[in-house]
């Protein structure tokens, strides 16, 4: 079962505006959450990660954000750029399972000039 | 420095067929990983490496597949009697000791089965 969900296969946005990226999850013992970016062609990069016991990670222009009564994250990306645009993954690691990261089916962002 | 390197990166093969896969990790990466990527979706978890050990082979979907790691360094998926459903973009990724949360992936190599 898909315990990771990105239900936004696809994001445009224009340049100089925020990117808002969700991420949902069902699996309470999820402890540690990433996000990933993917250009064409290449492996998934890691973009930030955010650790269960905080709210909320910064990093540049990144931005992860963690409720987990809602269980929900988002990755906001401001100002977005055209070199953002690619498919950004959202994953996520069991308690006590550290090294397995399940993933979500990812969102597509376009970065309109 | 030269990250995650995968080989073939394409592959075609027939159906019935075996296959290896092979897979350099970053110098001094301890833990090793492979996922496997169908269209249209994320990477899914397949197996890891601590060392030479595998410490988690819960995704390997049934006995056909198997992977090695004799030296702790590079591994190698094997594929028996392939099946057109292997065919996928498999991603090998690596991780160091003191930053094990990041995981550095190669570019994958496209598996084929025709």
């Known amino acids: 079962d898909q315990q990771v969900k990105q239900n936004s296969p696809s994001l445009s946005v224009q340049e100089g505006r925020i990117s808002i990226l969700n991420c949902d999850y069902t699996?309470?013992?999820?402890?540690?959450f990433l996000w990933y970016k993917k250009y064409p062609a290449e492996g998934p990069t890691f973009l930030i990660s955010?650790?269960?016991?905080?709210d909320k990670n910064e990093d540049g222009r990144f931005t992860v954000f963690l409720n987990k009564s809602a269980k929900h994250l988002s990755l906001h990306i401001v100002p977005s750029q055209p070199g953002d645009s690619a498919v950004y993954f959202c994953a996520a690691r069991r308690e006590g399972s550290w090294g397995k990261l399940q993933f979500g089916a990812g969102t597509q962002v376009v970065v309109t000039p | 420095g030269a990250g995650v390197s995968q080989t073939p990166s394409n592959k075609v093969t027939e159906k019935g067929k075996y296959v290896e896969l092979r897979c350099d990790p970053i110098?001094?990466?301890?833990?090793l990983y492979w996922y496997r990527q169908s269209l249209g979706q994320g990477p899914e978890f397949l197996i890891y490496f601590q060392g030479t050990g595998a410490a988690d082979d819960s995704g390997l979907p049934n006995d056909r597949f198997f992977a090695v790691r004799p030296e702790g360094s590079v591994s190698t998926l094997k594929i028996q009697r392939t099946e057109r459903g292997d065919s996928a973009v498999y991603l090998c990724a690596s991780s160091s000791p003191g930053r094990k949360n990041e995981q550095f992936f190669g570019p994958g190599t496209r598996l084929t089965v025709l």
């Open positions: 955010i650790s269960s016991i905080k």
């Open positions: 110098s001094g990466h301890t833990a």
């Open positions: 699996n309470s013992m999820f402890d540690y």
